[in-house]
C-alpha cells in the first residue's frame, strides 16, 4: 500500500496553474471561490493539515495551531505576516515563510501612483468631473501639491521603502526617512535618503509615505500627536498596515484641514473602511492592491509554493525554504 500523501490546505483561490505545483506531492484541499473564514473554519481545515499556504485574511494563532496536531509549514503568501502568530508557530516548530523581493517593485510603483494620485487630487477631480460639476476651465480647479522640489518623508525604509526613494529621486524629491535602525551609508548614498529621527520626519515631511511593519511597536504610531506635527499641507500614505495609522485621529486631520490629503491602500478593519474616511473627498482610497500586478501575484503565489514544499522537505530546496520567517 501507498503512504497517504500530507495534506495541503489552501485557502483561496490563487492561481490554478501555480498551485498545480503542489499537486505533484501533496493531497490539496483548496476552495473554488473566494472565502471567508471563521477562526473556528481555519482550525477545522487545519485539522488535518501538514502545510498550509494562506493569505493575509487568514489569522493563524495559538488556537488553530492547537487544533493541527499535524502541521508542519505555513506559507504565506505576501510579505507582511501580522496575520500569523510567529512565536507561537515556532514553539510549535512549524515552519513560517513569506514572499519578499518578488513584490517590491511592483508595491513601490503603486506607493509612487497612490502619492501622486493623493498630492494631486486625481481621483477627487475625476469624480467630480464624472458627476457632471465641470462647467467651464478655471485657473483654481482641483489645486494639488508638487511632488518635484517637495520633502519625501519615508517611515519604514526597507526593500519597499527603498524602491519608493529611488522613484523619487526621479522626481527631483529631496527623501528623509526614519527607520528602527539607520541603512549602510552606501545604501544611503545609492536611494539618495537622508537619515532623521521620527519627530523630524514628521515635521520635515511634505508627503509622508509608510512602509514599514506593523507590530505592538508600530500599532497607531501615526496618531493625533504624531498628526499635529506634521505640516498641514502634508500628504499622508499608508501602503504598510491600516494599524498603523489611528483612523479616527487621521479623519479628524483631514477634516480640520490639518493635513490636506491622504491616500490609504490599507485599513485597520479591512475590508471594512472607516465610515469617516468614506465621507471625506480628501483620501484617495483603494483595496489593498499595492502588489497587485499580474506577473506580481503570479510570482507570489509561485514562491509560496516553493517555500512550501520546500518546508515540508520536498523538492530540489527540500528543508531549507528560501523565505523563512525568524521568530
Ligand atoms: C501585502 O500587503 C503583503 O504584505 O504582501
Redesign the pocket.
Known amino acids: 500500500m501507498t503512504e497517504p500523501r500530507p495534506r495541503v490546505w489552501v485557502s483561496q483561490p490563487l492561481f490554478d496553474d501555480v498551485i498545480a505545483r503542489l499537486e505533484e506531492h501533496f493531497e490539496v484541499v483548496s476552495t473554488s471561490g473566494v472565502a471567508e473564514y471563521t477562526p473556528e473554519q481555519i482550525s477545522a481545515a487545519l485539522s488535518k493539515a501538514s502545510g498550509a499556504l494562506v493569505t493575509?485574511n487568514e489569522r493563524i494563532g495559538a488556537e488553530q495551531i492547537a487544533a493541527a496536531p499535524q502541521l508542519r509549514a505555513v506559507a504565506n503568501?505576501?510579505?507582511?505576516?501580522n496575520n500569523l502568530d510567529i512565536p507561537a508557530l515556532s514553539r510549535a516548530g512549524i515552519i513560517a515563510t513569506?514572499?519578499p523581493d518578488v513584490?517590491t517593485e511592483t508595491?513601490a510603483d503603486f506607493g509612487f501612483a497612490l502619492l501622486m494620485a493623493t498630492a494631486r487630487r486625481i481621483t477627487e477631480a475625476e469624480r467630480w468631473l464624472r458627476e457632471g460639476h465641470w462647467r467651464q476651465w478655471s485657473f483654481r480647479t482641483m489645486l494639488g501639491a508638487d511632488l518635484h522640489g517637495s520633502t519625501l518623508g519615508i517611515l519604514g525604509m526597507g526593500r519597499i521603502g527603498q524602491g519608493i526613494a529611488r522613484r523619487a529621486s526621479g522626481f527631483d524629491m529631496r527623501v528623509l526617512y526614519h527607520n528602527r535602525s539607520r541603512l549602510p551609508e552606501a545604501v544611503e548614498r545609492e536611494v539618495r535618503a537622508s537619515y532623521v529621527g521620527f519627530d523630524a520626519l514628521l515635521a520635515g515631511a511634505d508627503h509622508l509615505l509608510l512602509a514599514l511593519p506593523y507590530a505592538k511597536e508600530s500599532h497607531h504610531l501615526i496618531d493625533a500627536r504624531a498628526l499635529l506635527q506634521m505640516k498641514p499641507i502634508a500628504t499622508l500614505v499608508n501602503i504598510a498596515?491600516g494599524g498603523i495609522v489611528d483612523e479616527d485621529a487621521l479623519a479628524d486631520a483631514l477634516a480640520g484641514g490639518r493635513l490636506a490629503a491622504a491616500g490609504l491602500d490599507?485599513f485597520e478593519d479591512e475590508p471594512t473602511v472607516n465610515p469617516r474616511l468614506l465621507a471625506l473627498r480628501n483620501v484617495v482610497l483603494t483595496p489593498?492592491i499595492?502588489?497587485g500586478s499580474l506577473a506580481t501575484r503570479r510570482a507570489?503565489v509561485s514562491l509560496a509554493v516553493d517555500n512550501l514544499i520546500a518546508a515540508l522537505g520536498y523538492g530540489p530546496n527540500a528543508g531549507a525554504p528560501p523565505n523563512p520567517i525568524r521568530a
Do not use: I, K
Open positions: 493575509l503568501v505576501g510579505v507582511g505576516y513569506n514572499t513584490l508595491t498596515r490599507v489593498h499595492a502588489s507570489m
